[in-house]
């Protein structure tokens, strides 16, 4: 009797075990989503966040693009994975999504909005993406590329999309977005010292200083120009066919121009007239850049100071000689003439 119980105790311990082994995962899996035709992706965003790099400077206007460069089946039995849709907007043809931004724009972020195409098979789909290259001077443009994953799924009632967006480098924290547009440019300050007893400190120098687009792309920037505290209305930014604008302006001492919002990668060279010799009397212009210039004529800092030192010296004519030559002959005189009276005297006695 004791072993009927004993089996009986058993089996109910095993048959407890059974039931909560199979509980469990059950438990589990409710916490699941449960996808329903009201959860499909019709399109996917990735976010961009376009920055400037220092403060004070305005971004030209400018739109992002991408294109898909590649795309693959990764489960599923599908044999190959439909394109993205495309834009339709005139030379927009190749590009799966874009973005603009207005001028001074660079702070904000914005998506790129894809639109998934149709699937008629289940399956897991990757697409390589990529962001178009600019030609903006001073605008970086994103390299790495972007990872695209569209699982299609069945639920009642059909089939669903689920995208999945990798912006993150491999090993990296998993991201849907990325920064890596920014708009980098600074300004150039120019500044004349008149030193020296005779340097006239109301004196206008005149200066000549040109621009070159070195960049390799085109210039869409609003470069400003300040002269001597005052906005410089002739300052109109036309390149010629060397990539080369010439601006021409004058300063007296203490004062200063400023080049405003210029791009990364812009080279200047500054000249002054000629003040030396019979031009002036000045000593050659001695010039000196502020300790963060960066490379010298070439903007790639936030702010550089170009100082031009015009010294000019002289002798003062009082009409008065003052130097110890008189003081000495009267001197002279003085003691030949002591000495002249003394050896009369001499003679007289003898």
């Known amino acids: 009797m004791k072993l009927n119980t004993a089996k009986k105790l058993t089996a109910g311990a ?35 966040v376009y920055t400037a790099v220092n403060a004070g400077t305005t971004n030209p206007a400018e739109t992002f693009y991408l294109k898909q460069i590649g795309s693959s089946v990764t489960g599923g039995d599908a044999q190959s994975a439909p394109p993205l849709e495309k834009l339709t907007g005139d030379g927009e043809t190749d590009y799966i999504a874009k973005v ?34 600019g030609d903006t001077a001073g ?3 994103r390299t790495d590329t972007l990872k695209l994953v569209v699982t299609v799924i069945n639920v009642e009632g059909g089939k669903i999309r689920v995208a999945g967006v990798h912006t993150e480098s491999t090993g990296k924290e998993k991201s849907d977005k990325f920064d890596d547009n920014k708009y980098s440019a600074g300004s150039l300050n120019v500044k004349k010292v008149v030193e020296g007893n005779l340097g006239d400190k109301n004196k206008k120098f005149d200066f ?21 505290g005052r906005a410089a209305d002739d300052f109109n930014i036309a390149w010629d066919a060397n990539k080369q604008y ?62 031009i030192t015009n010294t000019k010296t002289g002798d003062v004519d009082t009409g008065v000689i003052l130097d ?11 003691a030949g003439g002591a000495m002249t009276l003394v050896i009369k005297k001499r003679r007289e006695e003898e």
Request: charged share 20%; proline share 4%.
């Open 324 to 334: 110890n030559a008189p003081y000495i002959l009267m001197l002279a005189v003085v």
């Open 100 to 133: 603009s931004y207005t001028e001074g724009e660079a702070t904000k972020e914005k998506p790129f909005t894809i639109q998934l195409p149709e699937y008629t098979k289940v399956g897991v789909y990757e697409y390589t993406l990529e962001e178009v290259a």
């Open 208 to 228: 000549t200083v040109v621009f070159t687009n070195n960049t390799g792309k085109e210039i869409k920037s609003a470069i400003t120009a300040t002269v001597a």
């Open 246 to 307: 010439t601006y021409k302006f004058s300063l007296a001492h203490d004062e200063t121009a400023t080049f405003a919002n210029l791009p990364y990668g812009v080279t200047y060279t500054v000249t002054e007239a000629d003040y030396t010799g019979n031009n002036g009397g000045y000593l050659d212009p001695t010039p000196a850049y502020s300790e963060d210039a960066g490379t010298h004529n070439e903007i790639d800092t936030a702010s550089e100071t170009l100082t």
């Open 14 to 48: 095993l048959a407890l075990s059974m039931m909560f082994a199979m509980a469990v995962p059950m438990a589990f899996a409710t916490d699941e989503k449960v996808w329903t035709k009201e959860d499909d992706y019709k399109t996917v965003d990735i976010k961009k």
């Open 139 to 141: 605008v970086t443009y």
